[in-house]
Nanobody, 130 residues
Framework: HVQLVESGGGSAQAGGSLRLSCQAS??????????MGWFRQAPGKEREGVAA????????YYADSVKGRFTISEDIAKNTVYLQMNSLKPGETGTYYC??????????????????????WGQGTQVTVS
C-alpha cells in the first residue's frame, strides 16, 4: 500500500517562501527508476504540474511558470521529496499534491508534468499566497 503524505503548506505573503515535504511509504515499484512530482490545483481550475524529479538520478523538470523560483529535491534515505517555493505569487494559491509514478523516456525527459502519468497521490496541502 503506497502512501504519500504532504506537509509544509500554509500562508505566505507575495514574494515569500514555503517548503513542502512529501513523505512516501510503501512504495512498491520494482523498476529501478521512477518519478515524483508536485502538482497544484486552484479552485475551479484543472490540476497542473509544477515540478517533477527523476529518481534516483535526481534530474528535475519544471513548469515554465516556476523555473528559477521553485526547486524540487529529494532525500532518498528519508523517502522524502521537497518543493522549495520562493518568490511566491498570489496566483499560486491552491492545493498542492505530491504524486508518484513510473518513469519513461518521452523523447526529452524521463518525467512529464502530466497528472495522468502518476499513479499515486497524496491528500494535498493548502498553500495561500496573499
Amino acid at each position: 500500500h503506497v502512501q504519500l503524505v504532504e506537509s509544509g503548506g500554509g500562508s505566505a505573503q507575495a514574494g515569500g517562501s514555503l517548503r513542502l515535504s512529501c513523505q512516501a511509504s510503501g512504495y512498491g515499484y520494482t523498476a529501478s527508476s521512477y518519478c515524483m512530482g508536485w502538482f497544484r490545483q486552484a479552485p475551479g481550475k484543472e490540476r497542473e504540474g509544477v515540478a517533477a524529479i527523476y529518481l534516483p538520478y535526481g534530474r528535475s523538470y519544471y513548469a515554465d511558470s516556476v523555473k528559477g523560483r521553485f526547486t524540487i529535491s529529494e532525500d532518498i534515505a528519508k523517502n522524502t521529496v521537497y518543493l522549495q517555493m520562493n518568490s511566491l505569487k498570489p496566483g499560486e494559491t491552491g492545493t498542492y499534491y505530491c504524486a508518484a509514478g513510473p518513469a519513461s523516456w518521452y523523447g526529452g525527459s524521463w518525467c512529464r508534468l502530466s497528472p495522468g502519468d502518476f499513479s499515486y497521490w497524496g491528500q494535498g496541502t493548502q498553500v495561500t499566497v496573499s
